[in-house]
């Protein structure tokens, strides 16, 4: 087996890492020189889930509570740094949806400690779909049991990674509900691949408060 993302062999390293029980074949993909690239969060606003000093909220959750919003209590797995952005560059945007395997065990764990009724991923457009062939997100939390309750129905007219803080911020509601199911009394996890000024995330949580939910957390892979 060869390193989904520097093609070196796993086998060695494989065997070593099998016999002191830290990792098993099913989910090791990638070797350990490449997976200390990624920086993993430790300690992390209690809001968004950026990493810094200790759990306060940092100025951005001060403002979404400001506005009135219901912060997510969000959590994500990894910074992203130079190796998330070409991570992503080559999972998103280069099409190898072989690489949505390197996190997916991890992602499925921290579904199981989360305590939520219901998973809820972020859909990507009737573009994107035809454009990319795949959703990111679902590539991602394969094998995660959800249900699809949004739709995307503003036209894109540039990818999320190609705007400004600014524009994102500014974006208007890009969601409707696609399925209408009663979520009175249930705990909802919103699924995204990456985190950046959390609108697209508020968004889809507006739309699920509508259906009743009781509480909409969100979860991410990057941050």
Same mark, same amino acid.
């Given at each position: 087996m060869?390193?989904?993302?520097?093609?070196q062999p796993?086998?060695?390293e494989?065997n070593?890492? $099998?016999a002191?029980?830290?990792?098993t074949?099913?989910?090791?993909?990638?070797?350990e020189?490449?997976?200390?690239?990624?920086?993993s #969060?430790?300690t992390?606003? %209690?809001?968004?889930?950026?990493?810094?000093a200790?759990? =306060?909220l940092c100025?951005?959750?001060?403002?979404w509570?400001? $506005?009135g919003? +219901?912060?997510?209590a969000h959590?994500?797995?990894y910074q992203?740094n130079?190796? @998330?952005?070409q991570?992503?560059k080559?999972?998103? !945007?280069?099409?190898?949806y072989?690489l949505?395997?390197v996190?997916n065990?991890?992602? #499925?764990? &921290?579904?199981h =400690?989360m305590a @939520?009724?219901?998973?809820?991923?972020?859909?990507?457009? *009737?573009?994107? @779909?035809?454009r990319?062939? !795949?959703?990111?997100?679902l590539g991602? !939390?394969?094998g995660v049991?959800? $249900?699809?309750?949004?739709q995307?129905? $503003?036209q894109?007219?540039?990818? +999320?990674?190609?705007r400004?803080?600014?524009?994102?911020l500014?974006?208007?509601?890009?969601?409707? #509900?696609?399925? =209408?199911k009663? /979520?009175?009394?249930q705990?909802v996890l /919103?699924?995204?691949?990456?985190?950046?000024?959390g609108?697209?995330?508020? *968004?889809? %949580? =507006?739309?699920l408060?509508?259906?009743? %939910?009781?509480?909409? &957390?969100?979860?991410?892979?990057?941050r």
């Amino acid at each position: 087996m060869m390193c989904l993302l520097c093609q070196q062999p796993l086998h060695d390293e494989l065997n070593l890492l $099998q016999a002191l029980g830290v990792m098993t074949l099913d989910n090791a993909v990638i070797c350990e020189p490449c997976r200390q690239q990624f920086q993993s #969060i430790t300690t992390a606003c %209690a809001g968004c889930g950026r990493q810094q000093a200790d759990d =306060t909220l940092c100025q951005d959750c001060r403002r979404w509570q400001q $506005q009135g919003q +219901q912060l997510l209590a969000h959590c994500a797995l990894y910074q992203y740094n130079e190796a @998330m952005r070409q991570y992503m560059k080559a999972y998103k !945007f280069n099409g190898d949806y072989l690489l949505r395997t390197v996190f997916n065990h991890e992602l #499925i764990q &921290k579904v199981h =400690t989360m305590a @939520m009724d219901m998973v809820v991923p972020v859909p990507v457009s *009737h573009d994107t @779909m035809l454009r990319r062939g !795949f959703n990111q997100t679902l590539g991602l !939390f394969e094998g995660v049991p959800y $249900q699809a309750l949004l739709q995307v129905t $503003q036209q894109q007219k540039a990818h +999320q990674s190609q705007r400004d803080r600014a524009a994102r911020l500014h974006q208007k509601q890009p969601f409707s #509900i696609a399925v =209408t199911k009663d /979520l009175v009394d249930q705990r909802v996890l /919103l699924v995204d691949d990456v985190y950046t000024t959390g609108n697209t995330l508020y *968004h889809a %949580a =507006t739309l699920l408060y509508q259906l009743g %939910a009781k509480e909409v &957390k969100s979860l991410s892979l990057a941050r």
